[in-house]
T-cell receptor, first 116, second 116 residues
């Protein structure tokens, strides 16, 4: 596998279900990100992990719960989602610079989530 | 705080026309990176280019060219002789020296439709 992979590519869940999205990066990067992209809306940054520590949480509801067990893997656990949770969830990774800032982010193909 | 503006929400052109996508950014740092991404209908964001704030040389890659002007804080993207396959949403992004996870920001995107 190369680049950033995400599974599953498509997911349908009921509002009372619990599901998890998985992301894996094969680029040796030290930062990983979750973004949400709803129809015709800008990219919304949800969570950032740098060196496996969460460094950003943009006021995301607790029904979205991230997990970063190591620098290559990132999960997004979902439970009791509302219909507005339907979106394309994109994972990305990048190499943070020791002097500050970040090189380009590389994205996975996304998981398209439908909430029934 | 940093900010990226893409004033053009949607652009439609006819195949073979040239088209320029505008990007204006704000940052207080003197060291930063600028990026362009392409998001085709499949959904995956594809990295196109990274530009260092100290390098104002314009860049050309095939039909793509980028014009970086620090004086106007702009980093515009031109597609020459557009093709239907260029239809996508294009995002401009900025990375500066902010704290980890807070230093990468995307613009709202410009949807380009190239008509046959």
């Amino acid at each position: 596998e190369t680049g950033v992979t995400q599974t599953p590519r498509h997911l349908v869940m009921g509002m009372t279900n619990k599901k998890s999205l998985k992301c894996e990066q094969h680029l040796g990067h030290n930062a990983m990100y979750w973004y949400k992209q709803s129809a015709k809306k800008p990219l919304e940054l949800m969570f950032v992990y740098s060196l496996e520590e969460r460094v950003e949480n943009n006021s995301v509801p607790s029904r979205f719960s991230p997990e970063c067990p190591n620098s290559s893997h990132l999960f997004l656990h979902l439970h009791t989602l509302q219909p507005e949770g339907a979106a394309l969830y994109l994972c990305a990774s990048s190499q943070e610079r020791s002097s500050g800032g970040s090189y380009e982010q590389y994205f996975g193909p996304g998981t398209r989530l439908t909430v029934t | 705080a940093q900010k990226v503006t893409q004033a053009q929400t949607e652009i439609s052109v006819v195949e073979k026309e040239d088209v320029t996508l505008d990007c204006v950014y704000e940052t207080r740092d003197t060291t930063y990176y600028l990026f362009w991404y392409k998001q085709p209908p499949s959904g995956e964001l594809v990295f196109l280019i990274r530009r260092n704030s100290f390098d104002e040389q314009n860049e050309i890659s095939g039909r793509y060219s980028w014009n970086f002007q620090k004086s106007t804080s702009s980093f515009n993207f031109t597609i020459t002789a557009s093709q239907v396959v260029d239809s996508a949403v294009y995002f401009c992004a900025l990375s500066d020296l902010g704290n980890y996870g807070q230093n990468f920001v995307f613009g709202p995107g410009t949807r380009l439709s190239v008509l046959p």
